[in-house]
T-cell receptor
Framework: GQNIDQPTEMTATEGAIVQINCTYQ??????LFWYQQHAGEAPTFLSY??LDGLEEKGRFSSFLSRSKGYSYLLLKELQMKDSASYLC??????????WGAGTKLIIKP | ETGVTQTPRHLVMGMTNKKSLKCEQH?????MYWYKQSAKKPLELMFV???????ENNSVPSRFSPECPNSSHLFLHLHTLQPEDSALYLC?????????????FGEGSRLTVL
């Protein structure tokens, strides 16, 4: 079956770095997405990886290892506004998005 | 502001009621989606429309009925729902073929079925 695993909840300190891991099992692979969703708001696109390696975008970076079926989202210089849920989604060979349940990130002062 | 607007934001209905959720996108996209989001569960894709034609129906019960009159508007008609249908219903749009590329979500309609 197809599956996305990510931690349910993580806590980090303002100004620190946090890494949110995601492992995926999909039938074929057409990329890995990360979305951010603040409470009561729409999920918004953060990143898309289809090749191995690290993609950096400001304070946020996303990494992919296709051989390991593994991705992570790295958030640097954490700010209180980064408190949100982070959704990992893999795209299978039929271009269907397989979603994880999301990781709720709590930032403490 | 994502360019996708959903109304109403909150809805409470009894099991015998009929109501509709509305979604409008101002992005010129040609694909629109309905997702169900329940607490601590993955997003569940319900329906996909490409150029107004339904291309996906993921075994959704018939008490949910979608309607796409044009590429900018999407409705979800609800009737005789069950309490387990209480959830956040998210609309999304994208450019290109279904399920390719970045999705733009609305803020959702929070549905409570009594």
């Amino acid at each position: 079956g197809q599956n996305i695993d990510q931690p349910t909840e993580m806590t980090a300190t303002e100004g620190a770095i946090v890494q949110i891991n995601c492992t995926y099992q999909t039938s074929g692979f057409n990329g890995l997405f990360w979305y951010q969703q603040h409470a009561g708001e729409a999920p918004t696109f953060l990143s898309y990886n289809v090749l191995d390696g690290l993609e950096e975008k400001g304070r946020f970076s996303s990494f992919l290892s296709r051989s390991k079926g593994y991705s992570y989202l790295l958030l640097k210089e954490l700010q209180m506004k980064d408190s949100a849920s982070y959704l990992c989604a893999g795209m299978d060979s039929n271009y269907q998005l397989i979603w994880g349940a999301g990781t709720k990130l709590i930032i403490k002062p | 502001e994502t360019g996708v607007t959903q109304t109403p934001r909150h809805l409470v209905m009894g099991m015998t009621n009929k109501k509709s959720l509305k979604c409008e996108q101002h992005l010129g996209h040609n694909a629109m989606y309905w997702y169900k989001q329940s607490a601590k569960k993955p997003l569940e894709l319900m329906f996909v429309y490409n150029f107004k034609e339904q291309t996906e129906n993921n075994s959704v019960p018939s008490r949910f009925s979608p309607e796409c009159p044009n590429s900018s508007h999407l409705f979800l008609h609800l009737h005789t729902l069950q309490p387990e249908d209480s959830a956040l219903y998210l609309c999304a749009s994208s450019q290109g073929d279904s399920n390719t590329g970045e999705l733009f979500f609305g803020e959702g309609s929070r549905l409570t079925v009594l």
